[in-house]
């Protein structure tokens, strides 16, 4: 009679969650994780055998989640492994749709960014390792297309001589890194750590990378083309966003645009329910919702560059900075989320009194008590105060 061990792997870039359970459901072990790698493939192995013996299992069947290509390497190392043969392993890949709405029912981006991510895709079947590495700072920057069109196959990454690879980093990085014969040796270590590709997917690979590289290019001196006319026709409009820190010509076109005339709005109040950065009371009788969701019905665009803008500022401006990191740690689940949508509430009441009042941004002293806002916490505190500068006049405050 046939025993099988069934193993469940949650498969993601860096790292995999290995869960084996035999036929009655019980746990053969606790779940455990090792490394998306040919090192952490191997130690599965082991462990997979080990399991195998001890509870004198015959068959193995392993389900995964086909998360873009990271589960593609894994499977065909499974299936074709010598050590695994014996158990006739039989290996299934499920559509991530499926596992979500699965989980459902237990009763418990711009053309750039997505060329970029089918390029991020297609490298992890070429050089695996590579990403996680992060040798470079730009991962589509020159010196790092030159290691990743200049060699065919990671094999040849490992084969070259390390005084080679390192002349290559220093020729393409214009002498950028102090120490390029550390980082050629990481590159090759990455290199033997990372899974070989079938042979049949070297050429295609390059190909397809090389092809998706020079669209990424092309596609980037356009996005930068545009940016400049935007910065040459804001600059023909004077208003007083520019001053806000982080807050550059993109993001204040875009909400000029949308806003149009601000004494369209009684107040700040309604303009954020005009970019659906409000939440709606969740009440009944006497009940009080502890959450409440953020209303979306207001303008989208206007949200996109409110929110996008309130990313950018917090983290140029040391007030915002403050906040931003105030409402990060009282949240307990979507932290980055909740603290971004709460300055971007912020951001637009300082907008509102600067556009009404045409005065500049000043940052208030830095001993200035915390701001907590109202949204999200019950804490009492002292007024704070934005402080703004009307062009050739003295410095006034103004409550936020």
Not at 184 to 197: I, N
Request: hydrophobic share 40%; net charge positive; charged share 25%.
């Amino acid at each position: 009679m046939d025993k099988t061990l069934h193993l469940g792997i949650d498969v993601a870039m860096a790292e995999t969650t290995c869960y084996p359970l035999l036929d009655d459901g019980t746990e053969a072990r606790c779940c455990f994780t090792v490394a998306n790698n040919l090192p952490g493939a191997e130690q599965l192995v082991k462990k997979i055998v080990v399991l195998m013996e001890r509870y004198g299992l015959n068959c193995l069947l392993i389900g995964l989640e086909a998360t873009n290509l990271y589960w593609y390497h894994l499977a065909c190392f499974l299936i074709s492994c010598p050590e695994l043969a014996p158990f006739q392993p039989r290996v299934h890949a499920f559509n991530p749709r499926l596992v979500r709405a699965f989980k459902k029912a237990l009763a418990d981006t711009g053309k750039v960014t997505r060329g970029k991510n089918y390029f991020l895709y297609l490298l992890f079947l070429k050089f695996s390792e590579y990403q996680n590495l992060d040798p470079f700072s730009d991962t589509f920057g020159a010196t790092s297309q030159a290691v990743l069109t200049d060699y065919l196959t990671v094999d040849e990454i490992v084969a070259a001589p390390l005084e080679e690879l390192a002349s290559l980093l220093a020729k393409e990085s214009k002498n950028h890194f102090p120490s390029p014969d550390a980082i050629a040796a990481a590159v090759k270590r990455a290199a033997r750590d990372s899974y070989p590709p079938h042979l049949s997917l070297n050429e295609p690979l390059n190909l397809i990378l090389g092809a998706t590289l020079e669209n990424i290019r092309t596609l980037s001196q356009q996005v930068k083309k545009i940016d400049q006319a935007i910065e040459r026709e804001v600059r023909k409009f004077p208003n007083p966003l520019g001053s806000i820190p982080g807050l550059g010509p993109f993001f204040v076109a875009g909400i000029l645009a949308e806003i149009r005339d601000i004494h369209r709005f009684p107040d700040h109040s309604s303009l954020a329910k005009f970019d659906g950065l409000f939440w709606r009371a969740r009440e009944s009788s006497s009940f009080q919702a502890e959450e409440t969701l953020l209303d979306k019905s207001g303008n989208a665009y206007l949200r996109y560059y409110v929110i996008e803008a309130a990313n950018s500022v917090w983290m140029h401006s040391a007030e915002y900075g403050r906040y931003y990191r105030i409402k990060y740690d009282e949240s307990t689940k979507h932290k980055h989320k909740r603290a971004l949508v709460l300055t971007a509430r912020k951001l637009v009441r300082l907008a509102d009194g600067m556009l009404r009042r045409n005065q500049l941004y000043i940052s208030p002293p830095l001993n200035l008590s915390e701001e907590v806002s109202k949204q999200g916490s019950t804490k009492t505190r002292p007024a704070k105060q934005h402080r703004y500068r009307q062009p050739g006049s003295h410095s006034l405050a103004l409550c936020a």
